[in-house]
C-alpha cells in the first residue's frame, strides 16, 4: 500500500532551518504530483507547497522566498527546505501525494511531522 513517511521536524529558533523530507512507497513515485500542508491546532490544514510531476512549483506568499519544495525521484521522496523560519510557521507539516481531482485533495497523506518554531 502506499505510504508517505515525513522527518526532519524538530525545535528551532526564529531565523533557523529546517528541512522535512518525505519517503515514499507503494506507487509511482515520478508520476504523481505531491504537497506539503501544514496544520495548527483547531485549524484546518492548509497547503504550503505543491510540485508537479515535471518539477513545476507553488507556494503559498508566505513562505515565498523562505521556503523551497523540491523532489528526487529516484529516491523517491520529497523534501521541503525552510529557512528563515517564524514562529508563525510552528505547525504539524503534512506531505501527500497523487491529486485526485474527483476528490479536490491528494489521495495519500503522510502522518505529520512538528515543527516549532521559538522566539
Known amino acids: 500500500q502506499v505510504q508517505l513517511v515525513e522527518s526532519g521536524g524538530g525545535s528551532v529558533q526564529a531565523g533557523g532551518s529546517l528541512t522535512l523530507s518525505c519517503a515514499a512507497s507503494?506507487?509511482?513515485?515520478?508520476?504523481?504530483?505531491m504537497g506539503w500542508y501544514r496544520q495548527v491546532p483547531g485549524k484546518e490544514r492548509d497547503l504550503v507547497s505543491r510540485?508537479?510531476?515535471?518539477?513545476?512549483?507553488t507556494y503559498i506568499d508566505s513562505v515565498k522566498g523562505r521556503f523551497t519544495i523540491s523532489r528526487n525521484n529516484a529516491k523517491k521522496t520529497l523534501y521541503l527546505q525552510m529557512n528563515s523560519l517564524r514562529t508563525e510557521d510552528t505547525a504539524v507539516y503534512y506531505c501527500?501525494?497523487?491529486?485526485?481531482?474527483?476528490?479536490?485533495?491528494?489521495?495519500?497523506w503522510g502522518q505529520g511531522t512538528q515543527v516549532t518554531v521559538s522566539s
Open positions: 507503494g506507487y509511482l513515485f515520478s508520476s504523481c504530483g
Open positions: 501527500a501525494a497523487c491529486w485526485s481531482r474527483s476528490r479536490n485533495t491528494y489521495n495519500h
Open positions: 510540485i508537479s510531476r515535471d518539477g513545476t512549483t
